[in-house]
């Protein structure tokens, strides 16, 4: 998975969780909607910037926004366990 998969999957996660709009976290992070929407599709990169503007809005650590979905297995094929470091 592309890290910006990742952190588009991750976003929208969070924000469903928080039960926010794009429009009202586009607001909160002060980025346009459509800007939002294409990040969350993927289609955009953010910058650092940005994701820290979105972590700050989401109120999460900027990392939570780029942490790989457990259970993704390692270089090697076996699974990653939550916790453990891959090498």
């Known amino acids: 998975m592309d890290l910006r998969d990742v952190f588009a999957t991750n976003?929208?996660?969070l924000r469903n969780a928080?039960?926010?709009s794009q429009d009202d976290l586009a607001y909160e992070a002060e980025v346009s909607r459509s800007?939002?929407?294409q990040i969350e599709k993927g289609a955009f990169y953010?910058?650092?910037?940005?994701i820290g503007r979105l972590a700050e809005a989401l109120e999460v650590e900027p990392a939570e926004?780029?942490?790989l979905p457990s259970g993704r297995p390692n270089r090697d094929g076996s699974a990653?366990?939550?916790g453990s470091q891959s090498t």
Do not use: D, Q
């Open 46 to 50: 953010a910058s650092l910037k940005i």
């Open 80 to 82: 990653h366990r939550p």
């Open 11 to 13: 976003l929208r996660r």
């Open 18 to 20: 928080k039960g926010m």
């Open 35 to 37: 800007y939002l929407s």
């Open 65 to 67: 926004l780029l942490r």
